[in-house]
């Protein structure tokens, strides 16, 4: 079945939910903050597996990084990518034999700005594709966890 970003409204209400981003100093986790983390639900940017390795899910704007989260992460292991452009979907069709997977490939688009009329809050269906935060994927995973557990 093919998820959407309507199928997480409220998945994890009530908990706190942990931003990986990735960057050097992900190498520098000691096994206590990686204990740490390994419980909690994580939603990891681009090439943040490689200090994280129990991350919840994945987020990614680019190809080659959702393919390595794809690749790397746990099997059951959501990713969500941004296919929001019919650049983007052409790039990544050429993967559809071995890279697509409806149960772990979550799409959506990411919107460069927020109107006065639309806003953070969930889902309406499953045609509500936009993560807002276009200019960073870090916004994109904060609305995702947004969605996921509101405040």
Request: charged share 20%.
């Amino acid at each position: 079945m093919k998820k959407t970003l309507y199928n997480y409204n409220d998945a994890h209400i009530g908990e706190t939910i942990y931003i990986i981003g990735s960057s050097p100093t992900l190498n520098n986790l000691t096994e206590e903050e990686q204990q740490f983390l390994k419980d909690k639900i994580t939603i990891g940017v681009n090439f943040s597996i490689e200090g994280v390795f129990n991350l919840s899910y994945g987020i990614s704007a680019h190809i080659s990084s959702a393919v390595y989260l794809f690749e790397c992460g746990r099997q059951d292991m959501p990713v969500f990518v941004d296919c929001g452009s019919s650049i983007k979907k052409s790039a990544f069709s050429y993967m559809q034999e071995f890279f697509w997977n409806h149960e772990r490939i979550v799409e959506f688009a990411s919107s460069p700005e927020i109107n006065a009329d639309q806003s953070l809050d969930k889902k309406q269906n499953n045609d509500d594709l936009a993560l807002r935060g276009w200019s960073s994927v870090l916004l994109l995973a904060t609305h995702l966890a947004y969605i996921m557990a509101p405040v």
